[in-house]
């Protein structure tokens, strides 16, 4: 492990539990879709299951899906 991983885990062991989170946000959003495809996924996830039964729903979704993965 480089010695600026390692400086980041001391670092993050060293906070409060309560700004945890807010450090992890911030890494997460550098990462490149990382947090927006899985956000986006569970929102078509969650789309699709209060619609299941309506005629043609899952079908789009399923395409939107599909060209997320593109």
């Given at each position: 492990m480089s010695v600026q991983r390692e400086e980041?885990?001391?670092?993050i062991d060293e906070l409060p539990e309560e700004?945890?989170?807010?450090?992890?946000?911030?890494?997460r959003g550098s990462?490149?879709?990382?947090?927006?495809r899985k956000a986006v996924l569970a929102t078509l996830a969650a789309v699709q299951e209060r619609m299941s039964g309506v005629t043609?729903?899952?079908?789009?979704?399923?395409?939107l899906r599909d060209q997320l993965r593109d």
């Open positions: 980041l885990h001391h670092l700004q945890v989170g807010r450090v992890l946000a911030l890494v990462v490149p879709g990382h947090t927006s043609g729903a899952d079908e789009e979704l399923q395409s």
